[in-house]
């Protein structure tokens, strides 16, 4: 929000508007024919901006003869109060068949409130929106009990979001009682705005959007809950379904199922056979990329020879009875036509995100903020792939990307959707709080989330429901904490390196208690929005009196906000930021215990978080990290790991600006002192490729601080590394 004015100035007037936009049912009003197509009828309620026949908007022309030759729109004749509608049927808006009206017509106009009214010039009537003359606006919003605005995210694997207003109060003179049985305001439109006394229009800021709901009338006031607008208008998706009367040969056993979307590159889909007669079979319900291979009971088919393809249609046809036999395919899901741009196959979690809310949902480009977007599509540039054949709440969905890629969708409070990443580290603008600025802090501990195990599943085989699966742990949690639980965390992530480092991200918020703070801080903090980090220093007074820090420069990331935007006051909850330090004493790029001594073996470490083996995906250049391959022998080693910070923020890229140019592993210096005397310096080379030939056991094994738990002797320092891919 950036206000004209300043907010936290006592002295201004503050005027609040309340827009809303009801409807009134009008089929049962008395109609007249104009004799050329058109109905018209009185209405004096307002300037009718809006018209719905069963649902559907009405075209808005600019003349009654405009109407009169256009099924399906209205005109409205503001002087004379009288609204002409021409119906899809090309009859009267008051038809009825079997006794009962044909049509539900729905007109709708701007019903408008504020909290001061003025005389004269300052009087507060504006032209609302998309209405084209003046509106008085009534003066009964009552500022006494302007609610807080909430906004709130659950940290990434949760995907919670949140954003709620609370009840709109207004004085009743009499007013309301006619206003609840003449119009609609259950789920219809609201916007509030806030200005002072003699600011044109246009300098008002919007605070809220949302829906209206529970209306409640009392002789002296009437309250109205305000909901976001978003709650409730995501659908479940796919959208469509398998009908015999689409598909007149489909197995009915297929009837009413799921039409699926295919997201990125996926392997062993079951398709649905849409016609039992030729053959054909049905992977999405949009167009592909590619079918890269069909199988006849695990056995590859050759194109043209044994099918033939649709791309358009996500489908192809098999040229021979497959009988009792199972199809299976591999194929690349959806192009997308990103903000507009031409439509192009795309892995991208942006990519994928935008076609979810516009293409899947309807939700228009003016709301999605695109510059966020279009920084996640740059900085999360892992391989999503997902086949969605059950239906799902598209916030469930949305979750399990968030949980993917490491960002939150978050509702703001102008009607749009931002899609905001995780960033590492702070930067010079990122807000500082000092001990003057809070009224009240209150500090503790997040607990009740330790997990010693982090497991990330990945690569969801859509034919056999059977998962992928990487795994890193923390034995301190349970050696400090006396916990031994997992947390299993399902992605949409289609290689295993991403799923590892991952892995590595998420064991740093979870193998200790982070502490959380709660607090009033200064109204400066309007602007801000849950997902943005605050630096918090704080003393007190000891009863000694001696000065105690109880916040030192500390990073602190906001998951929940509450705005008062007449007292101008912000509470805030946060938790601490372990991330922007380097992550916690288990190292972000390692998975090694801090100091044990054991005997290397040949154990296979399919399923534990490869930190440095695995990052070459996210780079912005070529850095390959997995570029010593030493073949150890299988014999104690004395691995010397000078663990100095890390500079290799894979998926921040560090504050962005620091690692514009290829990284080289000179920042690691990993210095290998092993028993058959290779010394190796990371130092001393970039990307070069060491093959320890004489010694075959582990030819492949890149012991670049791979995570074996139980492997080898080494000294870590516990300086915090910097080398999270997120």
């Known amino acids: ?126 032209v609302p929106q998309s209405a084209t003359h003046e509106v008085y606006y009534l003066p009964y919003f009552d500022t006494d009990s302007v609610p807080t605005i909430t906004q709130a995210v659950g940290e990434y694997h949760k995907g919670d979001i949140t954003i709620q207003f609370g009840n709109l109060a207004f004085l009743n003179d009499g007013f309301w009682y006619g206003a609840l049985v003449d119009y609609i305001f259950h789920g219809k439109y ?16 919007t605070i809220f959007i949302g829906r209206l709901r529970n209306p409640s009338i009392s002789d002296e006031t009437a309250t109205i809950e305000a909901k976001d607008s978003r709650i409730g208008s995501l659908r479940e998706i796919p959208i469509y379904k398998y009908w015999i009367s689409d598909y007149t040969n489909l197995n009915p056993n297929e009837e009413g199922r799921a039409i699926p979307v295919l997201f990125g590159e996926k ?72 903000f507009g741009a031409a439509a192009a196959y795309s892995e ?65 409070l102008d009607g749009k959707y931002a899609a905001v990443r995780y960033k590492s580290g702070i930067t010079e603008s990122t807000p500082r709080f000092y001990s003057e600025d809070y009224s009240w802090t209150e500090k503790s501990e997040e607990s009740e989330a330790i997990y010693k195990k982090v497991t990330i599943r990945y690569a969801k085989d859509p034919s056999t429901g059977i998962w992928l699966a990487v795994e890193t742990s923390d034995s301190k949690a349970s050696y400090r904490y006396d916990e031994e639980e997992t947390l299993i965390i399902e992605t949409a992530l289609r290689q295993k390196s991403e799923a590892e480092s991952l892995a590595t ?102 399923n534990v978080a490869h930190s440095d083996t695995t990052y070459n995906d996210y780079s912005d250049s070529a850095h390959q990290n997995t570029a010593h391959t030493d073949s150890h022998e299988n014999v104690a080693h004395e691995d010397s790991h000078s663990n100095a910070p890390y500079e290799d923020e894979h998926w921040d890229h560090l504050d962005e600006i620091l690692y514009e140019d290829e990284h080289s592993d000179t920042a690691h210096s990993d210095s290998h002192s092993d028993s058959h005397g290779d010394e190796h310096s990371n130092v001393a080379h970039e990307d070069v490729e060491h093959s320890n030939s004489s010694h075959s056991d582990h030819s492949d094994t890149s012991h670049s601080n791979i995570a074996h738990e139980n492997s080898h002797s080494d000294s870590h320092s516990d300086t915090p590394h910097e080398d999270s891919q997120y």
């Open 1 to 126: 929000m950036a206000f004209a004015f300043d907010i936290t100035d006592a002295d201004l007037e503050k005027v609040f508007l309340v827009e809303m936009k009801p409807g009134k049912e009008i089929e049962d009003e008395t109609w007249t024919a104009t004799g050329s197509g058109s109905y018209y009828c009185s209405f004096a309620d307002g300037e009718i901006v809006e018209v719905k026949e069963n649902g559907s908007a009405y075209t808005k022309v600019a003349s009654i003869a405009a109407c009169d030759s256009t099924a399906s729109s209205f005109f409205f004749d503001y002087d004379n109060q009288r609204l002409y509608a021409h119906t899809s049927g090309n009859d009267s808006p008051g038809t009825k068949a079997d006794g009962a009206y044909k049509y539900c017509l729905i007109a709708y106009f701007w019903l408008c409130f504020t909290n001061q009214q003025y005389t004269g010039d300052d009087a507060i009537i504006f």
């Open 190 to 205: 609201v916007e509030i705005k806030l200005g002072i006394k003699g600011i044109p229009y246009d300098d008002y800021e």
């Open 267 to 338: 392997i062993n889909i079951t398709p649905v056979c849409i016609d039992t007669t030729t053959f054909k079979y049905k992977i999405c319900g949009h167009g592909l990329q590619s079918i890269d291979a069909v199988y006849k009971n695990g056995v590859e088919l050759t194109l043209t020879t044994d099918y033939t393809v649709d791309l358009n249609n996500g489908e192809f046809t098999l040229l021979a009875d497959p009988d009792t036999a199972l199809i299976t395919c591999d194929a690349k899901g959806a192009k997308i036509s990103y």
């Open 348 to 412: 991208n979690v942006a990519n994928i995100l935008y076609y979810v809310l516009h293409d899947l949902n309807g939700i228009a480009d003016v709301d999605l903020d695109k510059d966020s977007f279009d920084d996640l599509q740059t900085y999360r540039t892992q391989a999503i792939a997902w086949y969605l054949d059950t239906p799902t709440p598209t916030l469930e969905f949305v979750r399990l990307l968030q949980a993917s890629s490491v960002f939150q969708l978050i509702p703001t």
């Open 505 to 606: 991200f998420y064991k740093n918020l979870v193998c200790n208690p982070l502490a959380k703070m709660s607090g009033e801080v200064p109204s400066s903090a309007l602007n801000l929005k849950p997902s943005d980090k605050i630096i918090i220093t704080k003393q007190v007074e000891t009863y000694d009196g001696d000065e105690l820090s109880v916040f030192e420069s500390d990073v602190y990331r906001i998951l929940e906000m509450r705005k008062n935007l007449q007292t101008a006051k912000v509470e805030i909850s946060a938790i601490e930021d372990i991330q922007s330090i380097g992550g916690t004493e288990t190292h972000v790029n390692t998975a090694h215990e801090d100091s044990h001594s054991d005997s290397h073996t040949d154990t296979a470490h399919a």
